[in-house]
């Protein structure tokens, strides 16, 4: 937009404004950053540009920590067989809708061995076509293991396997190589992958330290697909930053994050409830994967809740979803960590933006209204801190880098 406007009669949420800021704000917005926080009826805006929101309510951008844009279809096995240039656009598709909905920043863990995702960040990084940031890992560093190979249903993300500190010393240079912003480490068995144990670790701790110290190199982080208990402790001691999904944290990993502002966890309760409510019974895919983790679901809840209550743990937000399943329900992830889970409100929309910035290391751009931030913004009518089930639709308005998308 490239000038100076004003949103007026913003309602904001303590929670995810900056300390001070009033509850009925007048914002100013110049060249995409928020330039200042004002008291509403404080001031009059004579020759500026001035959108009243009427008390609606104003707040950063969603972010989506743990995404894949490649994954279009419920069914990841589906994904193989599409062909790599109309995977790029899909992955465009994919992005549009995401924005659409007020995910203004999201952070894909795990792309094709064309580095589509990639593709598309430079894209929008250059102005070629619009969509939220994007934050890539490239391909996902993953050892063999049942599920996890070139020819199973992750294969098109899964081009080659490392089983080694050489391999994977090599696979992290390809990706940087390549422009990944961080690295994405598998491991743990999955969910999904057919004849994978979600809780068995599949890492060395060799493996782990050496893409550990090529990211740091690079100056950037890991992150780590990581259910067991075990394969928790195990990452946080080799120094990876975010453990993606923590399915069955204990007390142990829980000690080691407890205070930290550089590591957390980043569920994605989303995707494992579509599992069980989406998935055809009887497909193939459905007989193994429904029973399976239908099976944990009261381990992964208890697991959660103990982090959760813990107080001190930095919790951040992940869908882990399809394109197909964010479309049929937009507002998943606020539901099952409102109902399953039963976490307050407010925290729940913490998760989805200042904790996932800080997690990520970009909480200097974005995950606050407060001057400085790029006006990454949703404009939400109703109130969710009260109300949580009005982030389960569309906001009425998307704001990035001070452009109004709609």
Known sequence: MNHTYVLQHCRLIPQLSEEGAPELADIVIRDGIIAGIRESGKKTYEGME???????TLMPGIIDAHIHLSMTETNPAEA???????RTLRDLKYAKHLLDIGVTTVRDCGEDRYFSVTALRNAVNEGTVQGPHIYTSGITMTPTNAGGTPDSEFGYMVPYNV?????MRKAVRINFARGADFIKLYGTGSMMGKGSVPGIGIMEDYEILEAVKIAEENETYCAIHCHGAKAIVQALNCGVRTIEHASFIDKEGLDL???????????????????????????????????KVSALLEK?????????????ILIGWGTDQSLAAYTREPGSEFRHRHDFLGWNNADILKQATVNSAVLMGIDDRTGLVAEGKDADLIVIDGDPVNDITVMYRKPEHVFLKGTMIR
């Open 50 to 56: 001035v959108f009243d929101l009427a008390g609606k």
């Open 80 to 86: 193989n067989y599409v062909d790599p240039c109309a």
């Open 163 to 167: 089983d080694s500190k050489e391999e």
């Open 257 to 291: 994050l407890a205070g930290r502002k550089d590591a957390g966890i980043i569920p994605t309760l989303s995707v494992t409830m579509e599992l069980i409510e989406h998935t055809d019974p009887d497909s193939e895919y459905g007989k193994h994967v429904i029973p």
């Open 300 to 312: 992964i809840r208890i697991c959660l809740n103990s982090a959760y209550q813990r107080g001190d």
